[in-house]
């Protein structure tokens, strides 16, 4: 393969070829990811300072916008800095890097939502038991599981496509280095790297999605036959809507993405479909969570008053 090289950085084509609409792309992806930073940065300050919302519902959700935030920096900054520059080169270690963190923290949240969902269920559906059930060292367990799972599920797919020996032109589609575009460019055959990204990565955001509808399947089903207080049924529905919304606008672009079948159609798509996840997302959280969540909205309520 006489073309084959050692490929020393690659080239981020970015979210649009018209040039003239950077500088409007650039003011509404900055703009987003102010709010995503604003945002769950007021969420996670409050869940630390505030000892009202020291419970497990809040230790988790500080670990979402923790999450939402390092998720985003990720790969926005990198986008916003090529939205205005020419150069659109990233290092190979860079994007190695930039792939494995992506994956360690998208997967991580993938796994923390069904945690959030099972939380609310023992909250709702056995509270007399949820202060055993849900104890503090049972949610840290669970915490440090799911980081520990997202980590060593980015290395194997770090590891596996850092080994592959790329072709041709250094051009990735897309504004961050994913897999799926990676191996676009992969020399010989990467059947094991895509039967790794549809079965683990799938499997992965398969099972989260199922036990997180499961849960919610429970807690409605819990409501509707066990509860008689019209006004207990519209607190614990309207706590669970918001978990519920945040859990729809994220696992339906990712399970489009990582579980439908790979083709060169689609790469227009996924990159649409990743600035869902990667950008609108994690700055809509936030609001999510302080406009339906009456805790949240007091306790930011009392820290800006003080």
């Not at 980590?151 to 194997?156: G, R, T, V």
């Not at 849960?215 to 207080?229: D, E, G």
Request: proline residues 4%; contains cysteine; charged residues 10%.
């Amino acid at each position: 393969m006489s073309n084959q090289t050692s490929a020393t950085e690659f080239l981020l084509l970015g979210v649009t070829d018209i040039q003239e609409l950077n500088p409007f792309l650039f003011a509404i992806f900055f703009t987003i990811y102010f709010v995503n930073i604003t945002g769950n940065g007021a969420i996670l300050m409050i869940v630390i300072l505030d000892p009202r919302l020291h419970s497990p519902m809040y230790f988790f959700l500080g670990n979402l916008a923790c999450l939402d935030i390092t998720y985003s920096t990720v790969t926005v900054p990198k986008m916003l800095e090529n939205l205005l520059s020419t150069s659109k080169a990233i290092s190979f270690l860079g994007c190695i890097t930039q792939l494995h963190f992506f994956h360690f923290l998208g997967s991580t949240e993938t796994l923390l939502l069904p945690v959030m969902a099972f939380d609310r269920f023992v909250a709702i559906c056995r509270p007399l038991h949820y202060s055993v059930i849900m104890n503090h060292q049972v949610c840290i367990y669970m915490t440090v599981t799911i980081w520990t799972i997202g980590f060593f599920h980015a290395l194997l797919h770090s590891v596996m496509t850092s080994r592959l020996s790329f072709c041709g032109p250094n051009h990735i589609h897309h504004f961050f280095c994913d897999i799926k575009p990676l191996l676009d460019l992969a020399c010989g055959n990467t059947e094991l790297n895509l039967w790794l990204l549809n079965t683990v990565t799938g499997t992965i955001a398969l099972t989260s999605s199922f036990l997180t509808f499961l849960s919610y399947f429970y807690i409605i089903t819990y409501l509707l036959l066990k509860t008689r207080s019209c006004s207990m049924l519209h607190k614990a529905l309207s706590t669970c809507a918001s978990h519920f919304m945040v859990v729809i606008l994220f696992y339906a672009p990712v399970l489009f993405t990582y579980v439908s079948p790979t083709s060169d159609s689609s790469l227009d798509q996924d990159t649409i479909i990743s600035i869902m996840y990667t950008v609108v997302t994690p700055a809509l959280n936030p609001l999510i969570y302080t406009l339906r969540n009456k805790d949240v909205r007091s306790a930011l309520n009392r820290k800006v008053r003080r």
